[in-house]
């Protein structure tokens, strides 16, 4: 079969025969080229043109000279070619041509002229398409089994499932494809091209484009650069204005809470503290409790015995790291886990068995966290909700069990739901005090009183009282009274539950790519979505405080698991962070703690998304039943 000629071939080519009858124009009537004239083998008349091999064509110059064109390797010659050359063609297997494990795509991206490197000469084809080699220039050729026809340009997989997804046109555009196969749009009405699909409101930036790998992943080519990534450039080339703070005035509150903190009597001289790294509990409990609050009030100098280091900050952060972590440690008894399935911390209503000195170390660690408020420092350790609530002295209600022990909260709201008398409930409550059952009475004489439609708010309130404080109201009040040896309780007044959080535990960083690699989808929403391209969007336009505030509404707390996302951890075990749809467009987003779930609506612009998030986890104001 005659294989087809590009026009890039054809202008080759005339550039060629110009060039070759410049150079024997004239000269071609002396006498020493007739010499040479005589060595070429020219075309008999009765010679037939289809002796010559497959891929060569006889044409003829200006001056009417037999010239042979090779169309495999784009030459010419006045030299009749006698043997075909037999191309060798490689046949790429499935397995050949997609890895297994594919990563992403970071090979340079060769110009249309350039030959093939060996990353391309493994990437998928077409259906239909193969590949040959030339043997005698080593040149890539790509043969189109459908048509019978062959072309130097490699054929591009189409990305039309892709637009397929976004809808119909506006009337007027049609999509055509460049011939390496990238799509481009054409306006009618107006006579313009654009490489931005009208039907998506949020155009790539200039000079990218968006296709498939074979395994249904989209990437996206940086036609300036060279290059491609699985990142979307629209998540993190963001030009959306100033990062939103999570509270608007928090700033405020914060400038107002510490320009209002006690100061020290005196400016002069340094609160020392030396401690021992393998002792530092121990060691810190015999210094700060032996000192005046006054004295703790001046600047913090620690000193690691046997370490010549000076502290101008970052070595008390360092022993704020390591204390907190041996004072919250679970295995000392004193504080516990919130559940068996979280890692927010709770005062351990048993503590007493453990240590006998125990309230005194609760006193400490009032005055630990304390200094670390007040000297701008962070513990490493976030509580459950209810302990920020009684540091504050505000009432603990129903809806902050959710986030400890859903299961209790599921029963107590069906008892506000329902007529409980069938229940054959009493205002007592039962727990395991090391393997043997306690009932403790809620009221007084409550194991004779019996829980009914009329008393059961009364019930219920008295239930939360007795599993938030009453179990641990001696070990706070000692902690309370430790950090108000350093900041009066007053003071906190400004903040809430969830801003106490932060004060004293701080935000960790969040890696945004961690978490959009670690989410699951369902409902119909997948990695390329728009409405998913719009949220990583909206949430690298957040900064963290507020993507640590998203997803403390997504999951019940700001912090992320030691080895990141991948070990998010739900109701029954691990648990990663999810994203489904539901609702309409004017519904805000909703949250399902117990599982890590948000539920986002299909919204119809990247703003309206973004204000929507905004509102839904600023004004957050509890749980139900769904």
């Not at 410049?22 to 004239?37: L, R, T, V, W």
């Not at 591009?156 to 119909?168: E, F, K, R, V």
């Not at 006690?262 to 409990?285: M, Q, Y």
Request: charged share 25%; hydrophobic share 30%; net charge negative.
């Amino acid at each position: 079969n005659r294989r087809q000629i590009s026009e890039d071939v054809l202008e080759e080519q005339e550039s060629v025969l110009e060039s070759l009858v410049a150079e024997s124009g004239a000269g071609e009537q002396s006498a020493s080229q007739a010499e040479e004239d005589n060595e070429w083998e020219t075309l008999r008349e009765n010679e037939s043109a289809g002796d010559l091999p497959d891929g060569w064509e006889l044409s003829h110059d200006f001056g009417g000279r037999p010239l042979y064109v090779n169309h495999l390797d784009r030459t010419t010659s006045y030299e009749r070619p006698t043997s075909a050359p037999q191309a060798s063609f490689e046949h790429l297997s499935v397995e050949e041509a997609t890895p297994s494990a594919p990563s992403a795509p970071t090979l340079e991206i060769p110009e249309e002229e350039e030959e093939e490197t060996e990353t391309d000469a493994e990437s998928p084809l077409p259906g239909g398409w193969t590949r040959g080699r030339d043997p005698n220039s080593g040149r890539v050729f790509y043969i189109d089994h459908n048509s019978r026809t062959t072309s130097w340009t490699k054929p591009q997989i189409q990305t039309d499932g892709l637009y397929a997804a976004l809808g119909p046109l506006p009337s007027g555009w049609e999509m055509r494809n460049t011939k390496n196969g990238r799509p481009f749009f054409i306006n009618h009405r107006t006579k313009e091209t654009t490489w931005h699909d009208p039907r998506q409101s949020d155009p790539l930036p200039d000079g990218w484009e968006m296709r498939v790998h074979p395994d249904g992943r989209v990437f996206y080519v940086d036609h300036t650069t060279k290059s491609t990534q699985w990142e979307d450039p629209r998540t993190t080339q963001v030009s959306s204005g100033p990062a939103i703070q999570y509270s608007r005035d928090y700033k405020i509150k914060y400038e107002n809470f510490k320009a209002n903190l006690p100061k020290p009597t005196t400016t002069t001289g340094k609160c020392e503290i030396t401690v021992k790294r393998a002792n530092i509990l121990v060691d810190s409990f015999t210094c700060i409790s032996s000192k005046p609050g006054q004295e703790l009030l001046r600047r913090l100098w620690i000193t690691f015995q046997g370490e010549p280091g000076l502290d101008y900050g970052g070595v008390a952060r360092e022993w704020f790291y390591l204390l907190s972590r041996e004072m919250f440690n679970p295995y000392y008894g004193l504080f516990e886990y919130s559940a068996i399935d979280n890692y927010t911390l709770q005062i351990n209503p048993n503590s007493g068995l453990c240590d006998s000195d125990h309230l005194r170390f609760f006193h400490f660690f009032g005055r630990v966290c304390a200094l670390a408020v007040y000297h701008g420092k962070l513990v490493d350790g976030f509580f459950i909700r209810p302990f920020y609530k009684m540091l504050l002295n505000k009432q603990v209600t129903l809806e902050d069990m959710a986030e400890v022990d859903i299961e209790t909260y599921n029963s107590l709201k069906w008892v506000i739901d329902n007529d409980p008398e069938d229940l054959c409930l009493t205002f007592s409550a039962q727990e395991d005090k090391f393997g043997e059952i306690i009932e403790t009475p809620l009221v007084t004489n409550g194991e004779n009183i019996t829980v009914t439609n009329f008393n059961k708010e009364g019930y219920v309130k008295a239930y939360i009282r007795w599993k938030f404080v009453d179990r641990i109201e001696e070990q706070m009040k000692h902690f309370i009274s430790g950090f108000s040896d350093i900041i009066p309780i007053s003071k906190l007044a400004v903040f809430d539950e969830n801003e106490m959080e932060y004060l004293m535990c701080g935000i960790t960083q969040i890696d945004v790519d961690d978490w959009a690699q670690y989410t699951e989808f369902k409902g119909g929403y997948s990695p390329t979505h728009h409405v998913i391209v719009w949220f990583w969007k909206a949430v690298r336009s957040f900064d963290n405080e507020f993507r640590a505030r998203l997803l403390q509404f997504v999951t019940g707390t700001s912090r992320v698991p030691m080895n990141g996302f991948r070990e998010l951890q739900g109701s029954n075990g691990p648990q990663r962070f999810c994203i489904e749809k539901w609702g309409e467009n004017e519904n805000l987003p909703r949250a399902h703690t117990c599982f890590n779930r948000i539920d986002l609506p299909a919204y119809s612009d990247y703003h309206v998304l973004r204000e929507k998030l905004r509102v839904a986890v600023e004004c957050t104001g509890g749980f139900e039943i769904d």
